[in-house]
């Protein structure tokens, strides 16, 4: 049979506070866990199931979680690396196009394409164009050709920058002085012949 023991209604009205203030401290979704903590602290012997058996259990999910959060993350930074790499690849491609193009337009050497390189490089520009165009510009530019005396300064071809008697025929009528030239290099051989 259970004891009986009497107390007065202070106590009983204290200890019914105290009883309800712990339940709704235990009960609190935000805060019962911590509270539990800190009564297993204090009574290491106290039965709370949620710290006996939970604790371990969400130490080995904290573990496994941190552990795959660590995983993620490394993955998330090669991730990350190898598209800047490929970035930096397409980029590269497309600046080496652009000074291969550059250099072809404006018919650089290899002394030329070596200055227009210096030069993207001392402005701290990608345009291989206008480098191009620079190092073009920077060329000396050719003397005109002189009359070099080895065919004639002016050319008179079948009479027709200045009159000619002996083409007259040709311009008038052309197959009668194809018939006259075919007959004079037939005579021609004929004589010599």
């Known amino acids: ?5 009497t107390i007065d209604k202070a106590q009983l ?5 105290a009883s309800k203030l712990l339940n709704q401290l235990l009960g609190d979704p935000d805060h019962s866990l911590s509270i539990q903590r800190a009564i297993k602290k204090v009574r290491p012997q106290a039965a709370l199931p ?3 058996i939970g604790d371990p259990i969400r130490t080995e999910f904290r ?3 941190d552990a795959l959060k660590a995983q993620n993350q490394s993955l998330i930074e090669r991730i990350a690396a190898e598209d800047q790499r490929r970035a930096d690849e397409a980029a590269e491609r497309d600046l080496r196009s652009k000074i291969d193009h ?3 337009k404006f018919h650089l ?3 030329g394409r070596d200055m227009m390189l210096d030069r993207m490089k001392k402005e701290g520009s990608f345009d291989a164009e206008a480098a191009a165009a620079w190092v073009a510009a920077q060329e000396p530019s050719s003397a005109p050709v002189a009359n070099t005396g080895f065919a004639p300064s002016e ?7 200045e009159k000619d008697d002996k083409f007259a025929l040709l311009h008038t009528k052309p197959w009668s002085f194809f018939d006259n030239e075919v007959n004079a290099v037939l ?4 004589a010599a012949a």
């Open 187 to 190: 005579r021609d051989f004929q």
């Open 13 to 17: 009205l204290a200890h019914e506070d």
């Open 50 to 52: 949620q710290i006996d």
């Open 1 to 5: 049979m259970p004891e009986i023991v």
């Open 63 to 65: 573990t496994e979680l």
């Open 155 to 161: 050319l008179n071809l079948f009479g027709v920058a």
């Open 102 to 104: 550059a250099s072809a």
């Open 109 to 111: 050497t290899g002394e």
